[in-house]
């Protein structure tokens, strides 16, 4: 049943990006990266990153999103939830110097001050240089939650019985100096 509704997803998918402002990295760079990106003006409350960087309403960031359907499309062959968890680290990891590389030859890169997402994910983005933060809003997090929570049911392989309570969505930050110092050593090896 998974695999069905994850082959239909596909389809709308593709009508989705192309509807969209997303650029798929993997499109642009030739490799395996999961980031599709576009350009964004936030609109949540002010923030303030671990290294300093200050978040405002209307700054430039990078808006994340990953390739959910070819993620879950390449999870199918894994039925252990813990080996899925790290075969996504694993891709987000070696997809974020693309990203730097991204960020670093923009035309806005003086304005970009770093990268949004958002996600359900609780563990691991810390260790990646992610920083979360909560919506302001209780009526945002409610449709995030919604919406994000099929992903959430088509990615595990079988439900865990502790984990009843749903998982709540979260902003994932990361300055545009955290992710160059982290990740920016892709742009020597491209040159």
């Not at 923009?106 to 990646?128: A, P, S, V």
Request: positive net charge; glycine residues 4%.
């Amino acid at each position: 049943m998974k695999y069905r509704l994850i082959q239909v997803w596909a389809i709308f998918d593709t009508v989705y990006f192309f509807c969209t402002r997303l650029q798929c990295l993997e499109q642009i760079y030739g490799d395996t990266n999961v980031f599709r990106v576009r350009l964004t003006r936030y609109k949540g409350r002010q923030v303030v990153l671990s290294d300093g960087t200050l978040i405002k309403k209307n700054d430039l960031l990078i808006k994340i999103h990953l390739h959910n359907v070819r993620i879950l499309q390449e999870m199918q062959r894994i039925d252990d939830n813990i080996k899925k968890t790290l075969f996504l680290y694993k891709k987000v990891q070696e997809s974020l110097p693309g990203l730097a590389f991204f960020l670093l030859h923009h035309k806005n890169n003086d304005q970009i001050k770093g990268l949004i997402g958002i996600t359900m994910i609780d563990k691991g983005y810390k260790r990646l240089g992610f920083e979360s933060f909560s919506f302001s809003s209780r009526s945002y997090t409610w449709f995030k939650q919604i919406s994000l929570y099929p992903i959430h049911i088509l990615s595990i392989s079988t439900p865990s019985s502790k984990r009843k309570k749903v998982r709540t969505p979260q902003y994932l930050f990361m300055s545009k100096d955290s992710l160059c110092e982290k990740y920016g050593a892709f742009e020597k090896d491209i040159a």
